[in-house]
Structure formats: C-alpha cells, structure tokens
C-alpha cells in the first residue's frame, strides 16, 4: 500500500472514523498531521499524528497517533502505545468516550536546543520509548518552526524503528 491507500484505511477504520467524528462536533476540529512514511526492511511503516483544535484555540493539541503497516492500523495516545499495538498485532483501542483530553493531561516536551544522540537500547520496550520520546522532540520541534531539530529527530525515530526491527529477529532495511 502506498500513502493514499493508507490515508484511505484509516478513513475506513470503524473505531478512528467514529471517534474523529465525535471529535469533530461541538467545537473541535480535527487535524490531522502528515503522513510520515518510514522504510523498514522490505515494508513500510506509517506514522500520522491526530491533532484536536477548539475553535477558540490557534494551537492544536496532540490527541493520538495513527501507525499503519501494510497489515494492521493501530493508534494510541504515545508512539510507544502504538508501536506497542502493531507490533502485537493487536487492534486499535477502544476510544474512551467523552470529550477530548484537557491541556496539560499528557505531558509536553520540553523544547531543546537540538538533538542529542544518545546510544540506542536493545530491548523491545526501551526502544519504543527511545523512538517515543524522539517523536515527541520531532512534533515540539514542529510546532516551533525547527525544521532542522524535526528532521534530525525524525531520523533517530527511523533508526529506533530499525533497531527494533533487529532486535525483535529481522533484518535492518537499508537507509534511505
């Protein structure tokens, strides 16, 4: 599948077109980010942030992320949650019902100054939380304008994911 096949499962996904249509009422909208497309060995992984904006609000909020394989279409409220989900096969969430999370219920990263390479864990659950945590720099770095810190974290997450890949018994993709 390529990205508009993509952006059409996950249109079609029962359980994220219903929760962004109960976003998208009452003075919400939802926005949603660009498809961030990552090599990883012979298949693609797709990232897709889900922002919610009052209509009150410039500033949109980080509400979810969308990770697509060619076989599966996970979200959850952190990249780790949702790498967690496709890598168990497992289905998306069940949304919990109610109005969207108030500012401040997940935590914001911090700006930096750039990036700071830090070595790569080899276990499963450290590696999502690496390639978590250096999205979440990524999406700070967006929101700032820094396009420089954004494809430079971007780039660790693309290195966490195939360290991931190694490590849970595959072989890396080349880099792009």
């Not at 929760?19 to 497309?37: D, H, K, P, Y």
């Not at 390479?117 to 250096?134: E, F, G, K, M």
């Not at 290195?159 to 991931?164: E, F, G, S, T, Y």
């Amino acid at each position: 599948f390529g990205p508009v096949q993509i952006e059409a499962r996950i249109d079609q996904d029962p359980i994220i077109s219903s929760q962004v249509t109960l976003w998208s009422q009452a003075g919400s909208e939802v926005v949603r980010g660009n498809l961030i497309v990552i090599p990883v060995q012979d298949s693609i992984i797709y990232l897709e942030p889900i922002y919610l904006q009052s209509t009150g609000s410039a500033i949109p909020e980080f509400t979810k992320i969308v990770v697509a394989s060619p076989t599966n279409i996970v979200w959850g409220d952190t990249l780790e949650e949702a790498l967690r989900l496709l890598l168990a096969g497992g289905p998306v969430p069940t949304p919990t019902p109610g109005p969207s999370p108030s500012p401040g219920a997940s935590p914001t990263p911090a700006p930096t100054g750039g990036p700071v390479v830090t070595p790569q864990p080899d276990d499963v659950s450290a590696l999502i939380r690496y390639a978590n945590d250096h999205y979440a720099k990524a999406q700070d770095a967006l929101r700032r304008g820094d396009w420089a810190t954004y494809g430079t974290e971007i780039d660790l997450v693309e290195q966490a994911l195939r360290q991931l890949e190694i490590v849970a018994g595959g072989t890396p993709s080349p880099a792009p």
